[in-house]
């Protein structure tokens, strides 16, 4: 059992954000200073309101400060800017260890067998209930890896119940069209990860399962874009019309891409 040690309610909306500490945020996470003049200030507003809708619980004697929440908020928000929040809204808190952590869950199968399982996480989503985080991880995000993307990711997949790897669709969208791009993207990349190939646009993680998939190639997608548009260009626009954004073109118009 966990110990929570301390417990934040977020800040009110209107209250100031503490510059020093947004712009350490802002630059930790490298895709985020391609932002547009647009999509600044509306980060910052969902930043707040965020903020304001979390409760922030450190475990182990960490204390959850406003440099350690905002880390988990910008990344948090970058998946849902043209979102909204109301995607992450059948959960509120946020529980941070001070770095990976040891999970153990108890499940049933179809069978009725039970099943134990123990390992070590650095970040774990549960379904209608808290968003579980190293710190460490948190604060050290690099291309390719962002464990609040990922985790978030698995929260929007949740809202169709089971991380499967199929979020809730917008109604433009074709759920056959998201299927075929997935499952065939998954399987060639199984099959690369089997064969220890050199083209894998991400973590080899990603073929445990096809919520992995879609966890990983969002976490990529967000800060790593250009080997997914490459290698899966069908999932890359499948991305691109779900989060309603284009990381690919955002970096190459800020000059941070060729």
Request: hydrophobic share 45%; net charge negative.
């Amino acid at each position: 059992m966990f110990r929570l040690d301390r417990l934040w309610r977020g800040s009110r909306p209107g209250e100031p954000l503490n510059n020093l500490h947004w712009h350490e945020a802002m630059a930790r996470c490298w895709p985020l200073p391609a932002l547009s003049a647009d999509e600044r200030p509306q980060l910052e507003a969902l930043a707040r309101e965020f903020l304001a809708s979390r409760a922030w619980e450190g475990v182990g004697g960490l204390d959850p400060d406003e440099r350690l929440r905002l880390a988990v908020t910008v990344q948090a928000c970058l998946p849902v800017l043209s979102l909204g929040l109301d995607w992450y809204s059948d959960w509120v808190t946020v529980l941070l260890y001070p770095s990976g952590f040891v999970a153990r869950h108890v499940w049933e199968d179809e069978f009725g067998v039970v099943h134990e399982e123990e390992g070590p996480l650095v970040g774990e989503a549960w379904e209608r209930g808290p968003l579980v985080l190293s710190a460490e991880d948190v604060l050290t995000p690099e291309p390719g890896f962002s464990v609040v993307v990922h985790e978030c990711a698995h929260k929007l997949d949740m809202r169709n119940g089971d991380a499967n790897g199929q979020p809730p669709l917008h109604a433009e969208m074709s759920p056959a069209r998201w299927k075929a791009a997935f499952s065939a993207a998954w399987d060639r990349f199984a099959e690369g990860v089997e064969a220890q190939a050199d083209w894998l646009p991400f973590d080899a993680y990603a073929a445990e399962n096809p919520g992995e998939f879609f966890a990983v190639a969002s976490e990529a997608f967000f800060t790593d874009p250009a080997p997914v548009q490459q290698v899966f260009p069908e999932v890359y626009q499948q991305m691109v019309a779900f989060y309603r954004q284009d990381p690919l073109a955002r970096l190459t118009r800020a000059g941070l891409l060729p």
